[in-house]
């Protein structure tokens, strides 16, 4: 089975720097776009970043000049790397993925169980 999992997430002082990275894993044929989310305690989950399959990013502009989203085709590996953190960015951060699986190009989304980000002094 496809699975995504994150990691990287802490503690961090405002201004300080995490990175972020997710791993896919199973029977995948192509990483078509990879992205990360967030969602603070009662808010709704916002769009941070993507990155498409031919590296084209498109961030929120919360974040714009402060993230940073890459990946590594060969190991299935998108990253969010963060600086100048603020406690606004604090949230549990969810990797999605839209993967083709099996043989065929195709479509198919998926979550991690998402890494919890807290910025404080």
């Known amino acids: 089975q496809v699975q995504l999992v994150e990691s990287g997430g802490g503690l961090v002082q405002p201004g300080g720097s995490l990175r972020l990275s997710c791993a896919a894993s199973g029977n995948i044929f192509r990483i078509n776009i990879m992205g990360w989310s967030r969602q603070a305690p009662g808010k709704q989950r916002e769009l941070v970043a993507t990155i498409t399959s031919g590296g084209t990013t498109n961030y929120a502009d919360s974040v714009k000049g402060r993230f940073t989203i890459s990946r590594d085709n060969a190991k299935n590996t998108v990253y969010l790397q963060m600086d100048n953190l603020k406690p606004e960015d604090t949230a549990v951060y969810y990797c999605?993925?839209?993967?083709?699986?099996?043989?065929?190009?195709?479509?198919?989304?998926?979550w991690g169980q998402g890494t919890q980000v807290t910025v404080s002094s």
């Open positions: 999605n993925a839209d993967l083709s699986v099996g043989r065929l190009y195709n479509h198919n989304n998926y």
